[in-house]
C-alpha cells in the first residue's frame, strides 16, 4: 500500500507551496467575497465554542449582522467575520485548513463538483509531484490547460481506462482552489487533505448521508479475511468501508490482481469514493454509478469479499421487474425483505469460499416474510455468523443492528452444524455502556476494543475448527437444527440468555467483598463528626458590597487572572491525535478520559497535575482537580481548565470553593433550558497560602468520601441487579 512520507510532503511544501501560495490566498479572498458561514464554522476560524460566538452577538453590536439562513440557524458574511474577528483580536490569519474549505463550500458548481477537482489534482500531487511542480510554475489558464491531459492519465491508470472522471473538463477558473489544495497537501498530505474535506462536507451535511463509523467498518473488514485481494461495495457511500479494507492492508500486501470495487446509485458519491480509495492506497479502483440491485455494473465479476452497508426497508427495491433474476438462488425476496435482495446479490458475487458481511438492521433476522429464505441459507451452510452490535453502534442510533457474515458454499461441502451467534453489547463492560445517545460517545475506543476482542476471538475460533467455546451471555454456536422452527428467528438476544449481573455466585461474593471494603473506607472517610463552627454568634447581614466582620475580604477568579495567580484555557475538544480527550462526563463521573478526536490546527492545551476542571454547562457545581490519571489530556468543549500558580493558590482550596452552592449560584446565568457557568465571577476569601492549604485538606477529604460513595453505590447495584437475576434463573437458592 502507497504510504505518504515526510519526504513527499516537503518535497511539495519546498517548492509547491511557494509557487502557489500567492495565488491561492487571491483565489480565497475571491470566492470569499460571497461566501456565508455559520455560527459554528465561524466557531471554528477562531478556535471557540459556539457559545462564544452567542456571547459575542449578543455583547457586541457590531457583530457582523446575519445576511441569510434561518431565524434559528443565521449565516454571516465571511469576509466581515473576518474582519471583526482581527479587529476584536480573536483572529491573527484564516487556518490554512478552513480557508481551503470555505473554497470548497462556496464552489459555483457545489461543494461536490469542488471536491472532485479537488481529489482529481490531488492525485497528481501524490503520484506525480515533479509535473505538478511544472504545472504550478505558469499562470492559473495555463496550469488548467496542462493539466488536463496529466490528469487524465493519473485517472485513468488508478481507475481505468474510460472512467468518466478522467473526461470531465476543468474550468479555468478552478486554478485558485487547486492551488490551495496543494497547498494544504503541503501541510497535512495529500490524502489527510482531501479526508479532511470529504470529512467537513459530510458533517455538513448528516441527514443527506448515512455514514458507517469507523469502528465498525475495521470490524467488518477484519471480518472479511486477511486473503481478500479483491473486494466489493454495491453500495458503497463515500467509501468507508472499502477504505478500511486498504488501510488494514488486507489488499495492497498481498502480490497479485488487486482491486476494490465499488457501485452507488450516486453519481456524486461514486465519484467521491474513487478518488478517496486512489488517494488511499495502491489497489486498482473501479466504481460505477447505478443501482446495484437494478443494474449491476459488475454482474460477471467474482470477488474473494463483498461489504456492504446497503440501504435499509426499501419498498422500490425492484420487486417486479426483478422477479425471475438468477440471483434470488435461496427464494425471490418478498417486497418488504429489500435486505435480503442485498444479501443474495452480495453472495452470486462471491468466489466459492469467498465471504460477505453486511450491516442490516435486526427484523431481517426474525420477519415472518423472509423465514423461508434464512431458512435455506442456513440448511445450505451460506449464512455462518450473525452479530447483534450495542444499540448506537450506526445509524439508526436507536437500534441495536446485526452483522450477517455470509460464505458461498462450494458445491460438495457439507454445511456447517451450527450458526455462531454473537451478542457484543454484552461484551462491553457495564460501566462503560452510554445510558444514552450514540455509542461513539464518551469512550468509543474502549467499547469498539471490546466488541472487536469479543467478535473477532469468536469469528476465528470458528472459522478456524467450525467449533467454538460458548461465552455466557456473549457467544454461542447453535445448532441449525434447533433453530428451523416455524419462525427461523436468527435474533442472538434470543438464543443468548444474559449471565447473571454479578457472575453468578462466586462473582456476587467477590462484589460483595468489594462493597464491604468501599463501605468500610466511606465510614472511615466521613467527615463526621462535624466539623467545629467559627466561633462567636452569626455575623449580621452584612451591607451590599461589604464582607462580614467574621470572614475574609472576597476575590474573584476574574481578580486572580489579572493578577497572574490562575490561568484559564478554554476546552477545545480537539486532540492530537495521539493524546486523550477529557469530556464534560469524565469530570462528572471523576473518571479518567474517555478517548481521542482529530488533529487540531494549532497545539492544544495538556492537563497537568494540580489543574482545576470545571463544566460550564448544565448548573451543577463540579470541580475537579488533576491528577496523574487525567494529566496529559486535552480539555474537551464545555470545559474551562484553571491553572493556578502553586506559589499563590492551592488547587484543592480553589475547587473546594467552586463546588459551592451558593457561588455557583452567583455565577451562573439562566437561557430557557440550560444554565451556565461564568467561572470568572466566582468568588474566593483572600487567604494567605498557609490558610488555603488547610481548607484544601479538608475539600480533598471530601473529595475521596465522594469517590468512596461514589464506588460503594456502584457495587451496590450490581449485588442487588445480581441478586434478583440468580434468584430468578435458579443460580441463587432462596434458602
Wanted: contains cysteine; glycine residues 10%.
Amino acid at each position: 500500500m502507497f504510504e505518504e512520507t515526510g519526504a513527499e510532503n516537503a518535497e511539495v511544501s519546498t517548492a509547491a507551496t511557494a509557487a502557489t501560495a500567492a495565488a491561492a490566498a487571491a483565489g480565497a479572498d475571491a470566492v470569499a467575497a460571497g461566501a456565508e458561514v455559520t455560527a459554528a464554522e465561524v466557531a471554528r476560524l477562531a478556535g471557540v465554542g459556539r457559545a462564544a460566538v452567542s456571547n459575542w452577538r449578543r455583547r457586541h453590536a457590531d457583530f457582523p449582522k446575519p445576511v441569510g439562513g434561518t431565524e434559528t440557524s443565521p449565516s454571516f458574511s465571511l469576509p466581515a467575520v473576518q474582519d471583526w474577528l482581527r479587529a476584536q483580536g480573536k483572529l491573527a490569519e484564516v487556518p490554512l485548513r478552513e480557508r481551503v474549505w470555505q473554497q470548497v463550500a462556496a464552489h459555483p458548481g457545489g461543494a461536490v463538483a469542488a471536491l472532485v477537482r479537488v481529489g482529481g489534482a490531488l492525485l497528481v500531487v501524490r503520484d506525480r509531484p515533479t509535473d505538478w511542480l511544472e504545472l504550478t510554475a505558469v499562470s492559473d489558464e495555463r496550469m488548467v490547460t496542462l493539466l488536463r491531459p496529466v490528469l487524465g492519465q493519473v485517472l485513468g491508470a488508478r481507475l481505468g481506462p474510460g472512467h468518466p472522471l478522467a473526461a470531465a473538463p476543468v474550468p479555468p477558473a478552478a486554478g485558485p482552489l487547486l492551488r490551495a489544495a496543494a497547498e494544504l497537501a503541503a501541510e497535512l498530505g495529500a490524502r489527510k487533505a482531501f479526508e479532511f474535506l470529504l470529512g467537513r462536507y459530510l458533517d455538513a451535511n448528516p441527514r443527506q448521508y448515512t455514514r458507517t463509523p469507523e469502528g465498525l467498518a475495521e470490524l467488518m473488514a477484519a471480518l472479511a479475511g486477511p486473503s481478500a485481494r479483491t473486494v466489493l461495495d454495491p453500495a458503497c457511500g463515500s467509501g468507508t468501508l472499502l477504505r478500511a479494507v486498504a488501510a488494514a492492508g488486507a489488499v495492497s500486501a498481498v502480490e497479485g490482481a488487486t482491486a476494490l470495487y465499488a457501485q452507488d446509485s450516486s453519481p456524486e458519491l461514486a465519484a467521491l469514493t474513487a478518488l478517496r480509495l486512489a488517494l488511499h492506497g495502491s489497489a486498482q479502483i473501479r466504481t460505477a454509478a447505478a443501482d446495484s440491485l437494478r443494474a449491476d455494473a459488475f454482474a460477471r465479476r467474482a470477488v474473494d469479499a463483498v461489504l456492504s452497508h446497503p440501504p435499509f426497508n426499501e419498498r422500490n427495491w425492484g420487486h417486479e421487474e426483478l422477479a425471475y433474476d438468477p440471483r434470488w438462488e435461496y427464494g425471490f425476496p418478498a417486497r418488504a425483505e429489500s435486505e435480503l435482495a442485498w444479501v443474495q446479490h452480495a453472495l452470486a458475487h462471491l468466489r466459492e469460499g469467498g465471504t460477505a458481511v453486511l450491516l442490516l438492521p435486526p427484523a431481517v433476522a426474525s420477519r415472518r416474510s423472509g423465514r423461508r429464505i434464512r431458512a435455506d441459507l442456513l440448511r445450505r451452510g451460506a449464512l455462518r455468523a450473525v452479530v447483534a452490535l450495542p444499540a448506537g453502534a450506526a445509524p439508526p442510533h436507536g437500534v441495536p443492528l446485526h452483522l450477517w457474515v455470509l460464505r458461498r458454499p462450494a458445491p460438495q461441502a457439507a454445511p456447517p452444524a451450527g450458526l455462531l451467534l454473537i451478542d457484543s453489547a454484552a461484551a462491553v463492560p457495564a460501566g462503560d455502556t452510554p445510558a444514552a445517545g450514540s455509542f461513539a460517545e464518551g469512550r468509543p475506543r474502549s467499547r469498539w476494543a471490546a466488541v472487536h476482542r469479543a467478535v473477532q476471538e469468536a469469528w476465528a475460533a470458528y472459522d478456524r475448527t467450525g467449533a467454538a467455546e460458548e461465552v455466557p451471555g456473549v457467544s454461542r454456536l447453535v445448532p441449525v437444527i434447533d433453530l428451523l422452527d416455524d419462525d427461523v428467528d436468527l435474533t442472538p438476544a434470543r438464543h443468548l440468555p444474559p449471565p447473571a449481573a454479578g457472575g453468578g455466585p462466586a462473582g456476587l461474593g467477590a462484589v460483595r467483598e468489594r462493597l464491604d471494603e468501599s463501605l468500610a473506607r466511606a465510614a472511615r472517610l466521613s467527615p463526621l463528626p462535624a466539623l467545629p463552627a467559627p466561633p462567636g454568634p452569626p455575623a449580621a447581614p452584612a451591607a451590599h458590597g461589604a464582607a462580614p466582620a467574621s470572614r475574609p475580604p472576597l476575590t474573584t477568579v476574574s481578580e486572580l487572572l489579572r493578577a497572574g495567580a490562575l490561568v484559564l484555557h478554554s476546552g477545545t475538544g480537539s486532540g492530537t491525535g495521539t493524546a486523550p480527550v477529557l469530556t464534560e462526563q469524565d469530570v462528572y463521573a471523576a473518571c479518567g478520559p474517555s478517548g481521542t478526536l482529530a488533529a487540531a490546527a494549532g497545539e492544544p492545551v495538556l492537563t497537568a497535575p494540580g489543574d482545576v476542571l470545571v463544566p460550564v454547562a448544565g448548573g451543577a457545581a463540579v470541580a475537579r482537580v488533576v491528577c496523574a490519571a487525567t494529566a496529559g489530556a486535552v480539555p474537551g468543549r464545555g470545559l474551562v481548565l484553571l491553572r493556578p500558580d502553586p506559589a499563590a493558590l492551592d488547587p484543592w482550596f480553589l475547587a473546594g470553593f467552586l463546588r459551592g452552592t451558593a457561588n455557583n449560584r452567583r455565577a451562573s446565568s439562566h437561557a430557557s433550558t440550560t444554565s451556565r457557568l461564568d467561572v470568572r465571577r466566582v468568588q474566593l476569601p483572600r487567604l494567605p497560602l498557609e490558610r488555603q492549604q488547610r481548607y484544601g485538606v479538608r475539600f480533598r477529604a471530601l473529595a475521596e468520601f465522594e469517590d468512596a460513595l461514589r464506588l460503594a453505590g456502584r457495587l451496590g447495584e450490581q449485588l442487588v441487579q445480581g441478586l434478583y437475576d440468580g434468584l430468578s434463573d435458579g443460580t441463587v437458592l432462596p434458602e
